[in-house]
């Protein structure tokens, strides 16, 4: 079954699709694959799973288990999520994930904000983790990883594209440079009340830590007779 409405701009396909004309709800099964502005490249949302409901005068629908939504080059993972089309946004439930590229994010929810038709804010609460990986010589598959974790993470977006995080309530960052980095090669954990990263062209260019601030570096060391031996500095 196929359904394309030009003016609610969707496109819908099922194996069983019922319509309850009263109510102006559509119940999809069968794997439904969903298609929110088909015909805007900009725009284009796509969403997949189990079943689906979708109801018009609310401008809502809700898409349940094995929920994957895709955005452009970013990919949301749940057991079930909720979207909304004005404005368009979509609340992500079940052991929710998102992934843009090498970064993730994982919580007890991920809410998912756009204006002007482009990806503008994510909010994640409860046993939020975001983790941040880039690569500092594309010849070589290394990374440099900062990970993030906190009871709440919001993260603005750029042209789509990551430009600061912050964590709260019980934030921990840890940053750990790829084996290719000439500058720091130790690990960095540092906490406090927040944390905020920001970012240049998708790469962390500096961390700002408020209230209760505490930082250790731990670095290997190889002394004069060749043991290796941890070096911390709180």
Known sequence: ????????????????????????????????????????????????????????????????????????????RAGQAIFYRDPESAVLYKNP???????????DTISVFTKDKK?????????????????????????????LTGKELEAFFVNEKVDKVVTRKNAVSVYTPAITDTIATGTNTASGDSITLYFDKS??????????????????????LGKAHADTTH
């Open 1 to 76: 079954v196929k359904i394309d409405d030009s003016k609610q701009k969707i496109r819908l396909w099922g194996d069983k699709v019922d319509y309850f004309r009263l109510s102006k709800q559509m119940e999809a099964t069968g794997h439904p694959h969903l298609v929110i502005n088909p015909e805007d490249d900009s725009a284009r949302m796509d969403i997949k799973c189990l079943k689906m409901q979708y109801f018009d005068q609310e401008n809502k629908g809700i898409a349940y288990d094995s929920v994957v939504i895709t955005r452009s080059d970013l990919v949301a």
């Open 97 to 107: 994930s998102l992934t843009q590229g090498e970064n993730k994010l994982t919580g």
């Open 119 to 147: 990806i503008d804010r994510l909010l994640v609460r409860g046993d939020s983790k975001a983790v941040y990986k880039t690569q500092p010589d594309t010849l070589v598959e290394a990374y440099t990883t900062a990970e």
């Open 203 to 224: 790469a962390i260019k500096r961390v700002f830590i408020s209230g209760g601030a505490e930082g250790q570096y731990a670095e290997t060391k190889v002394d004069t």
